[in-house]
């Protein structure tokens, strides 16, 4: 395997700092699911077709984090959001279809205006979102006979990877983010995948700080899985 590194551009999620990344370089997509399934465990990502992993010279913020799905427990205030959401009706399907990107644009052009994703646009979307040689589920949530949100999510050998999820504005006191992650470990689980990825943790962004809400789990430091079983204080 082949990486190139990279110029330094604004951090999206740290202000003032720099943000860099190690690419995957390659003529092919012949064996790229393999290659992904193995760099997954070592902290990379993807955003459409390309594979990356931060790579700053002086920031480790960025954590890779993962569920062990048969292992999680939900907390009593995850427990509160399930029953909140009974009422939500969850599908899946292999199909990006047309009607996500519409959610997917009043989510990112009110919720995440100050993004490096914003405006939101289909171009964009669709750039981030498909993948040539890589299986991808969708989980619609869906409310009173309406689609209210998506999670996407990508189907690797030893686990599920959550790509994005997004939902109508309007249902944010739902907490669908918190929501959309444990239906995804239920899926993980139904599918007897070992782990549940979620990207990275960065401590000091709150927008993420939800993620690290689930035990216990597992962080990339210093090259290596770190079991995470509780709240530090």
């Known amino acids: ?89 969850v599908f899946t399907s292999s199909k990006n279809k047309p009607e996500y990107y519409p959610i997917y644009a009043q989510y990112i052009n009110q919720r995440h205006n100050d993004g490096s994703m914003f405006p939101a646009s289909k171009n964009q979307y669709d750039g981030f979102i498909d993948c040539d040689w890589l299986d991808t589920l969708f989980i619609e949530f869906h409310l009173d006979d309406t689609l209210i949100g998506v999670a996407v999510t990508d189907v690797l050998s030893d686990g599920f990877s959550a790509l994005y999820t997004f939902f109508k504005p309007e249902f944010t006191n739902r907490s669908i983010g918190t929501y959309a992650i444990i239906k995804q470990i239920e899926q993980a689980k139904l599918n007897n995948k070992t782990f549940l990825y979620l990207g990275y943790q960065i401590d000091a962004c709150q927008k993420m700080s939800y993620k690290a809400n689930f035990y216990p789990h597992q962080r990339f430091i210093d090259n290596k899985w770190q079991l995470i079983t509780k709240k530090s204080t």
Do not use: W
């Not at 690419?23 to 399934?37: A, G, M």
């Open 1 to 89: 395997m082949k990486f190139g590194l990279t110029q330094q551009f604004p951090c999206s999620y740290l202000a003032e700092q720099k943000e860099q990344l190690l690419v995957l370089v390659t003529d092919t997509d012949d064996e790229l699911d393999n290659q992904y399934n193995y760099l997954l465990g070592q902290g990379f990502r993807r955003s459409g077709d390309q594979i990356y992993r931060p790579h700053c010279r002086q920031c480790n913020a960025c954590q890779s984090i993962r569920i062990p799905a048969n292992n999680f427990l939900p907390s009593k205030s995850q427990r509160r959001i399930i029953n909140k959401n009974s009422g939500i009706q």
